[in-house]
């Protein structure tokens, strides 16, 4: 997604980042440095840039669970960059937040509220804040939201995780029916990436089994070598955001990508 413009300078993808201080996102943020893009991230705990790699990199250490001012934040960021400094503009939903695993009665008010903030009420902000401030770029936009198999499978334990993820899915069905008839609209995708061996996968197969039935099968996955990779993950996924037809799909699996 570079290319050398008229001027002799080298426009850059563009992507912005959320949760790339471990797991998938510090996976797909090296990726996409090492792919030559700019690269903006947000998370409570930035990384030492040297574990991203070299190239164009801000990082923002801010807690999703409070979204409004990060989006205010990003809307004005993305308004201000030189539009021929820019080939492609990208925002990676990918920040989740899981509340202990248990049912939503034994749940605290405040893991639920965290878990919906960062898990839908982000996304669902930082998109808006994506739209309005690169309504007027004249190149691909794209909207990748990491979404899950539990959007599309409830799973008893997992409440505030399913309903944000389910609603993701829906946002981004929305997202790509308002795009759809615009000159340059965006495209947007919710994807369901697997089950990847990060820290997610570390609380789930660690949960309470008498509070969380699924526990066993959580812990089978890690035991028969069942989980992809953090970096086998993002490649898959920076390779589904460069196809021509991303976005013909507003809901798509990463396992059966079509
Ligand atoms: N792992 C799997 O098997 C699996 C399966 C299906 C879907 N997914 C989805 O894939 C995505 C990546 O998951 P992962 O397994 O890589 O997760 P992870 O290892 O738990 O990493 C989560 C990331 O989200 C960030 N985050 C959490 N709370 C935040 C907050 N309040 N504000 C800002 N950032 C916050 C964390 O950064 P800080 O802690 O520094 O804030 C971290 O970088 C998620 O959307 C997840 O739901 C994962």
């Not at 790699?53 to 308004?79: F, K, M, N, S, T």
């Not at 990436?193 to 570390?202: E, K, L, S, Y």
Request: proline fraction near 7%; glycine fraction near 8%; include cysteine.
């Amino acid at each position: 997604m570079t290319d050398p413009d008229s001027s002799g300078n080298h426009p850059r993808h563009v992507a912005i980042v959320t949760g790339a201080s471990r797991g998938v996102g510090l996976a797909l943020a090296r990726q996409l440095l090492a792919r030559g893009a700019r690269v903006l991230t947000l998370q409570r705990h930035p990384q030492a840039a040297a574990a991203l790699g070299d190239g164009p990199l801000e990082q923002w250490a801010c807690d999703l669970a409070d979204p409004p001012a990060v989006a205010q934040r990003l809307q004005a960021w993305i308004a201000a960059l030189p539009r021929e400094s820019v080939s492609a503009l990208s925002l990676i939903n990918n920040a989740a937040l899981m509340a202990p695993p248990g049912d939503l009665a034994t749940g605290s008010d405040a893991h639920l509220s965290a878990a919906m903030r960062v898990g839908l009420e982000a996304p669902l902000l930082l998109s808006a804040a994506f739209l309005r401030a690169s309504a007027d770029f004249m190149v691909p936009r794209r909207l990748l939201h990491i979404s899950s198999g539990l959007g599309r499978r409830a799973m008893a334990g997992a409440s505030s995780y399913c309903a944000s993820k389910a609603g993701l899915d829906h946002l981004s069905r929305v997202i790509a029916l308002e795009e759809a008839d615009k000159p340059h609209g965006a495209r947007s995708v919710s994807m369901a990436p697997g089950i990847i061996d990060t820290d997610m996968q570390v609380q789930l197969r660690s949960a309470d089994p008498a509070r969380f039935s699924a526990q066993g099968m959580f812990a089978g996955f890690h035991a028969n070598g069942q989980l992809d990779s953090p970096e086998g993950c993002a490649a898959k996924l920076l390779a589904y955001l460069e196809r021509p037809d991303f976005g013909s799909q507003a809901v798509a699996d990463l396992r059966d990508p079509g």
